[in-house]
């Protein structure tokens, strides 16, 4: 099928204007952020952003825990929560007993509740009692001392002594009270930081390194014992029979980022898998949790290498993209690569997306989209390279490409998947037309930076697919019966990707899709396997991330599977090409830079500027679709056999516009498409018309099938 792009007036006057145009208000606002990006990116503000942060926490904190404890002290709820924890231990006798004491509490309380009423009852009459019996007491004092001093009028002296008192007390209650009154609050709160402080309710990265509960330092017999006590009895058995209590299987453990690496050499009868199997296990008996201690396979065998995390570190963000942050960052699709995350250890790591067919997965809203436009906001930096792209969720995240993207298709209906197919049954056509071109032109060694620079018809073409489930999972057909989605022969979509992934590479047509949760329905297994670059968020199974990245990465340890839902947002398990890895390593664990949609629009705004100005194609206008083996069958007629080149030749005949670069290399693919070859005749080759009545055999059957 040919398509041909059509730009509607309407799509050029919506191109959007570049930097230039902005106005001072927005530059202004750039400034700033600019500012304020640098900012951040320098220690001195990161340390008073902590101790912010910290101090802040610890008034939280504090307000919380005295908060509980008031609330603990004036309900049940604590004697409640012993019963909880007790019922999970399966202690039952303990929640016998806190029941008890929750009755017993709840006893107490009602007593005293029943004796206050009774006293506020009781309150008026015991008040008059003991303000006469208080004024009888001072009248016999007064009575007494009037006898003792002969003087009547020390009848009065003790009320006038009492009224003294008290005039005093209201003035000193008088003096105080203002000032009382306005350190209250200050104390309260140095009160409640004082408990938080105590407590260390701060995140870990924000608490002083001293304060940090970095576990248990990693040591040699820590790492022994895990394993010892991993419950595995072969392998406890060796570690009590070596002679050195199991040190010699480890390798010197080295600080690897904000953690430590140590290869451990099992013992005869204990294979890797066990331990991977025992992940967690092994990550308790280290005084650590599960996504703090990762397991590969390193290329020696029987070996594990363990990293494992500094308690708390990995909850640390890392920084702001250097895309973000280096105003004058340049990009080079054939030498560069674009600066996507840290790895584990906190080293930086750059992805080569050079001639690299690419796939990302992951749950929903964990990141899948960010980190698929990371690579391609780097890429937009060298403008040699045009983008295709199809947003199937369409909400917005692609919006900056407008006006540097050749196509943008926004939109999850029916109608955005067939224009997404049209899109990519379009760079299928553009890479038929540039193998031929690479043939005619002799070329040895593919296309060459230099070809790709100087020649438009080898600019690198970049399809972006997301949400590319829902063009797999489309049931919509096509006018011609064929369904735009599922994995089937006619499946026009998967079809077309199929052979960007077959052929695409050599030419620089190259496709990234990015999808969620894989089944085989979101992606189809040839699909899956045809890129060279597969990255995984986090998934929900293990088999999803066996197809995800493939079953030998996740047999070497990786899992994408074991990131923590809505935690790891943003980290991504990496196999393939392309990312720099250690000789056997089979993945790598990529923390990526989350460059927002304001700054994402920053950063295609410069973009913008640095090319020329592309009026983006909203939607395709589709060429009524050329049917090559209808022609080709016409052109062949009755004859038996008809020369290749004559076949051209009359192809080029009968349809100038779409024949003009097909040469005997395209003839070829057109009828491997069906399963037939040419055959030859005095050493020529030919079309034969056997074969072209297969094919069309074979393509009624197939389009039968589907109906
Ligand atoms: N690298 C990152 N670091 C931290 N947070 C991130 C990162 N990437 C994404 N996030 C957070 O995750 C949210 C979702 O990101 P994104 O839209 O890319 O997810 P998604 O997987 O494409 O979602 P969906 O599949 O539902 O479209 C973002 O709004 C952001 O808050």
């Not at 004697?79 to 303990?94: C, H, K, P, S, T």
């Not at 100038?656 to 070829?668: D, P, Q, S």
Request: with cysteine.
């Amino acid at each position: 099928m040919t398509v041909t792009m059509i730009k509607t007036p309407q799509d050029a006057e919506d191109a959007p204007g570049t930097e230039a145009s902005s106005t001072r208000p927005e530059r202004r606002r750039a400034r700033y952020r600019r500012i304020a990006r640098a900012a951040l990116q320098d220690e001195r503000v990161r340390t008073a952003g902590r101790l912010t942060v910290r101090h802040g926490a610890y008034v939280l904190g504090g307000t919380r825990v005295v908060g509980r404890r008031i609330w603990d002290g004036r309900t049940a709820s604590r004697y409640e929560r012993m019963i909880r924890a007790a019922e999970a231990a399966g202690l039952l006798e303990e929640v016998k007993e806190w029941e008890a004491r929750g009755q017993n509490y709840r006893a107490a309380r009602h007593r005293r509740r029943m004796e206050l009423l009774q006293f506020a009852l009781n309150a008026p009459k015991a008040i008059g009692a003991g303000a006469v019996g208080g004024a009888g007491i001072l009248l016999l004092i007064g009575i007494l001392l009037a006898w003792a001093n002969h003087d009547i009028t020390d009848v009065a002296a003790p009320f006038e002594t009492v009224a003294d008192l008290v005039r005093w007390v209201s003035i000193i209650v008088g003096v105080i009270w203002g000032p009382a009154l306005a350190l209250a609050p200050w104390i309260g709160l140095a009160a409640v930081w004082a408990i938080g402080q105590h407590r260390h309710t701060a995140p870990q990265w924000a608490l002083p390194v001293s304060a940090r509960d970095l576990g248990a330092p990693i040591t040699a017999s820590i790492v022994v014992v895990a394993f010892r006590d991993l419950g595995i009895s072969a392998l406890r058995k060796a570690i009590d029979d070596m002679g050195d209590v199991g040190a010699g299987m480890l390798s010197p453990i080295a600080i690897a980022g904000c953690g430590v690496e140590v290869d451990v050499h099992l013992p005869s009868g204990v294979s890797t898998e066990e331990i991977q199997n025992k992940r967690r296990k092994l990550a308790e008996n280290l005084n650590r949790h599960e996504h703090e201690v990762f397991i590969t396979i390193p290329p020696q065998p029987r070996t594990v290498r363990l990293w494992i995390a500094d308690s708390g570190a990995l909850d640390e963000p890392i920084g702001a993209s250097p895309l973000v942050l280096d105003q004058d960052a340049t990009a080079d699709y054939y030498t560069g690569s674009a600066p996507w995350g840290q790895n584990l250890r906190g080293d930086a790591v750059g992805v080569s997306v050079k001639q690299r067919h690419i796939l990302l997965t992951g749950l929903s809203n964990q990141g899948k989209t960010a980190a698929l436009r990371a690579l391609a906001l780097w890429l937009a930096l060298d403008e040699t390279v045009d983008f295709y792209i199809a947003d199937l969720k369409g909400v917005g995240d692609w919006r900056g490409f407008d006006g540097l993207a050749e196509v943008l298709i926004q939109g999850p209906t029916d109608e955005h998947v067939a224009q997404a197919t049209d899109m990519v049954e379009w760079a299928v056509d553009e890479m038929q037309k540039r193998i031929a071109l690479l043939e005619e032109s002799g070329a040895t060694d593919g296309v060459t930076r230099e070809m790709a620079r100087t020649d438009k018809r080898f600019r690198p073409v970049v399809l972006i697919v997301d949400e590319a489930q829902v063009a797999y999972g489309c049931g919509a057909k096509s006018p011609d019966g064929r369904p735009y989605g599922g994995s089937k022969a006619t499946s026009r979509y998967f079809q077309a990707v199929k052979r960007i992934h077959d052929q695409g590479r050599a030419v620089n047509v190259t496709i990234w899709e990015g999808t969620q949760d894989p089944t085989d329905e979101n992606l189809p297994k040839r699909s899956r396997e045809g890129n060279h670059i597969r990255g995984s968020l986090v998934l929900g199974t293990e088999s999803q991330a066996k197809m995800a990245l493939g079953e030998a990465p996740v047999d070497a340890g990786a899992a994408p599977h074991k990131l923590r839902r809505g935690l790891d947002k943003g980290t991504l398990v990496v196999a393939g090409e392309g990312i720099p890895m250690e000789a056997g390593q089979a993945s790598v664990t990529v923390r990526t830079h989350f460059i927002s949609g304001e700054d994402a629009v920053t950063l295609t705004d410069r973009a913008k500027a640095r090319r020329a100005n592309v009026a983006t194609v909203h939607k395709l206008e589709v060429v009524q679709p050329v049917d090559h083996l209808a022609d080709l069958a016409a052109v062949v007629g009755r004859e038996s056999r008809v020369r290749t080149t004559e076949v051209i030749h009359r192809l080029k005949t009968r349809n100038h516009a779409v024949y003009e670069h097909w040469n005997g290399a395209r003839l070829k693919a057109l009828l491997a498409e069906y399963g037939e070859e040419p055959g030859t005749l005095d050493g020529y080759p030919v079309v034969k018309l056997e074969s072209v009545e297969r094919a069309l055999e074979r393509r009624a059957e197939e389009l039968a099938e589907v109906q």
